[in-house]
């Protein structure tokens, strides 16, 4: 009996060594890194551009003429960063610069000289030494940017243009 007894309970015990199983399956992993800081608006051609800032219309330019680009017209700079994200801009000479005086072109060649300042009073020049600084709150925020032609010789009458460069650095 007690052979029996071995025998039935060695049939009982699997045959062999056991069979470790496994099995496997993917997992995704996904991080979308945005931008820290955004500045500026599209234009139609999808370039981004801060809009113009108009100095008006004028006879000559005997006398100072001033303007700003603030939040309730043309020409100041959105920046918007994310909260925490501490920025800078600076502006360029422009595209008729003489130096480190910006001008506006016009008619047959004309030029104006004018100034951008960071401030109302005139005191503090806007450019790519001395840029304005700031902290991101997540929300837009607009620099106003002062600009000053200061009395000088009046030249053919027309339309005055310059580009200014924006740069935002974080």
Sequence with gaps: ???LLIFLLAALLPSGSAQAASKSATVG??????QACEAGGKTGGGAVSFGRLDMGTVPSLRNQIEAAGTLSNAGAI?????S?????VFLGKGLND???????IGPQGGLIEYG???DGGHSRPWDMTN????QGTGADNLLPVYSVI???PTPMAGVYRDTVQVVVEW
């Design 29 to 34: 992993i996904k991080l979308t890194v945005d």
């Design 131 to 134: 840029g304005v600084s700031g």
């Design 1 to 3: 009996m007690r052979n």
């Design 98 to 104: 003489a130096g480190t005086q910006r001008r506006m």
């Design 150 to 152: 200061k009395p000088q």
């Design 84 to 88: 925490g994200i501490a920025y800078k």
């Design 116 to 118: 951008l300042y960071q």
């Design 78 to 82: 959105r920046v918007k960063c994310a």
